[in-house]
C-alpha cells in the first residue's frame, strides 16, 4: 500500500484476467481497510464499490465489489485518505498527451460523528415498462429494496412507477418508519411490467412531490429504454425538467441495456447536479444501484460550494 501525506492506493492484479479463454462466472473482492487515523474518504477510479464504515470506529471500513460474467481487463485500484484533523482535501492528478491541461480529483471530507446525519428526502423513479421484464425487472426489484431496507429513520420516501401510465406508492412524501417500509416493500413485490415508456410524466411527477426546502432532496431514476409514451422529444423533456425542478432535486440516473437515450439521460443528471450510470445487459442492475445509495444513505454535509480561487 502506498500511502503520500495521508493519501493511500492500494492495486489488486486484475488486468491479466483478459486472457481468460471464457468469462468468469463471479469475481469478488471484498476488504477491510485498518488505519492508523481515521479514514475520511474512499474511492476506486476502475470499479463500482460498496463501501461501509464501521458504527464502532472511524478508523475501519469494509469495501466490497462483485461482478458477474466478466473477463476483468484492468487492474482493481483503491484509495483511501487517513487524517486526526476536522477537514481534509487530497487531490489527485492525471495528464494525458491529448489534453494539454489534464485532469484533477478533489478528496475532501469533514469529521463528522454519526450523530449528525442529515435526515434526507429521496424518490425512486423505476421503468416498469414492457420491456424490463424479466430478470431486469426482478433485479430493479431487489435493488429497491435495499434501499427501502437502508433507509434512515428520520427520513421521508416514495417510489413512482412507470410504463405507459404512472403510479405513486402513495400521495406525498412517506416517513421512513416501520410500517410505511413494510407496505412500500410490499408494493414493491407487487411491481410487474407492461406497457410502453413515459420518461416525462414519471419524473414530473416525482418533481411534484412536497420536497423539503431545508433538507437534501433526491431522486434516484432507473430505466432501460427511450421515452415512446407521451412526451418523447429530448429537448422538450429536457426543459420541462429544467423547469419543474425548482427546488434543486439532484437527479441520479440509472440506464439499462444498449436501447437507453444517453443524451437525454446525460444531459437531466448533468443539470440537475446528479451523475448517470450505465449497465450492460449481463450487469447486475442491484449492485449498481446498491453502490450509488451507500454513497447518499447518509448525508453529512449540505449545499456545500467550492471557491478555488483564481486558477491559471
Same mark, same amino acid.
Given at each position: 500500500?502506498?500511502?503520500?501525506?495521508?493519501?493511500?492506493?492500494?492495486?489488486?492484479?486484475?488486468?491479466?484476467?483478459?486472457?481468460?479463454?471464457?468469462?468468469?462466472?463471479?469475481?469478488?473482492?471484498?476488504?477491510?481497510?485498518?488505519?492508523?487515523?481515521?479514514?475520511?474518504?474512499?474511492?476506486?477510479?476502475?470499479?463500482?464499490?460498496?463501501?461501509?464504515?464501521?458504527?464502532?470506529?472511524?478508523?475501519?471500513?469494509?469495501?466490497?465489489?462483485?461482478?458477474?460474467?466478466?473477463?476483468?481487463?484492468?487492474?482493481?485500484?483503491?484509495?483511501?485518505?487517513?487524517?486526526?484533523?476536522?477537514?481534509?482535501?487530497?487531490?489527485?492528478?492525471?495528464?494525458?498527451?491529448?489534453?494539454?491541461?489534464?485532469?484533477?480529483?478533489?478528496?475532501?471530507?469533514?469529521?463528522?460523528?454519526?450523530?449528525?446525519?442529515?435526515?434526507?428526502?429521496?424518490?425512486?423513479?423505476?421503468?416498469?415498462?414492457?420491456?424490463?421484464?424479466?430478470?431486469?425487472?426482478?433485479?430493479?426489484?431487489?435493488?429497491?429494496?435495499?434501499?427501502?431496507?437502508?433507509?434512515?429513520?428520520?427520513?421521508?420516501?416514495?417510489?413512482?412507477?412507470?410504463?405507459?401510465?404512472?403510479?405513486?406508492?402513495?400521495?406525498?412524501?412517506?416517513?421512513?418508519?416501520?410500517?410505511?417500509?413494510?407496505?412500500?416493500?410490499?408494493?414493491?413485490?407487487?411491481?410487474?411490467?407492461?406497457?410502453?415508456?413515459?420518461?416525462?410524466?414519471?419524473?414530473?411527477?416525482?418533481?411534484?412531490?412536497?420536497?423539503?426546502?431545508?433538507?437534501? =432532496?433526491?431522486?434516484?431514476?432507473?430505466?432501460?429504454?427511450?421515452?415512446?409514451?407521451?412526451?418523447?422529444?429530448?429537448?422538450?423533456?429536457?426543459?420541462?425538467?429544467?423547469?419543474?425542478?425548482?427546488?434543486?432535486?439532484?437527479?441520479?440516473?440509472?440506464?439499462?441495456?444498449?436501447?437507453?437515450?444517453?443524451?437525454?439521460?446525460? =444531459?437531466?443528471?448533468?443539470?440537475?447536479?446528479?451523475?448517470?450510470?450505465?449497465?450492460?445487459?449481463?450487469?447486475?442492475?442491484?449492485?449498481?444501484?446498491?453502490?450509488?445509495?451507500? =454513497?447518499?444513505?447518509?448525508?453529512?454535509?449540505?449545499?456545500?460550494?467550492?471557491?478555488?480561487?483564481?486558477?491559471?
Amino acid at each position: 500500500i502506498e500511502n503520500n501525506s495521508g493519501l493511500c492506493k492500494y492495486t489488486y492484479p486484475l488486468n491479466t484476467e483478459r486472457f481468460s479463454a471464457q468469462s468468469i462466472n463471479e469475481v469478488s473482492i471484498d476488504a477491510e481497510i485498518v488505519g492508523a487515523s481515521p479514514i475520511k474518504s474512499i474511492y476506486s477510479p476502475t470499479h463500482n464499490i460498496i463501501t461501509t464504515k464501521s458504527t464502532g470506529t472511524v478508523n475501519t471500513a469494509e469495501v466490497k465489489y462483485t461482478a458477474t460474467n466478466i473477463k476483468p481487463d484492468k487492474d482493481f485500484i483503491l484509495y483511501y485518505t487517513l487524517s486526526i484533523n476536522d477537514f481534509t482535501a487530497h487531490i489527485l492528478t492525471q495528464h494525458e498527451t491529448n489534453v494539454p491541461d489534464g485532469y484533477f480529483l478533489l478528496m475532501s471530507a469533514a469529521k463528522i460523528e454519526p450523530a449528525a446525519v442529515i435526515e434526507k428526502d429521496i424518490v425512486f423513479v423505476i421503468d416498469t415498462s414492457g420491456s424490463m421484464y424479466g430478470e431486469k425487472m426482478q433485479q430493479a426489484k431487489e435493488a429497491l429494496k435495499f434501499c427501502l431496507n437502508n433507509l434512515n429513520p428520520g427520513d421521508k420516501f416514495n417510489i413512482v412507477n412507470f410504463a405507459s401510465t404512472v403510479n405513486k406508492f402513495d400521495i406525498g412524501l412517506s416517513s421512513a418508519d416501520a410500517s410505511n417500509i413494510s407496505r412500500a416493500l410490499t408494493y414493491d413485490i407487487n411491481l410487474t411490467a407492461n406497457g410502453g415508456t413515459n420518461i416525462y410524466d414519471a419524473l414530473l411527477a416525482g418533481l411534484a412531490l412536497p420536497f423539503n426546502i431545508s433538507r437534501p =432532496k433526491i431522486m434516484a431514476f432507473l430505466t432501460d429504454g427511450e421515452p415512446t409514451v407521451g412526451t418523447t422529444n429530448t429537448a422538450t423533456i429536457i426543459t420541462g425538467i429544467r423547469a419543474a425542478n425548482t427546488l434543486g432535486v439532484k437527479i441520479f440516473v440509472f440506464g439499462v441495456g444498449y436501447d437507453v437515450n444517453t443524451i437525454l439521460l446525460d =444531459k437531466i443528471s448533468s443539470e440537475q447536479n446528479g451523475i448517470s450510470d450505465y449497465v450492460k445487459p449481463n450487469e447486475n442492475i442491484e449492485t449498481a444501484v446498491a453502490t450509488f445509495y451507500s =454513497k447518499v444513505a447518509n448525508p453529512m454535509l449540505a449545499n456545500v460550494q467550492l471557491n478555488f480561487g483564481t486558477m491559471t
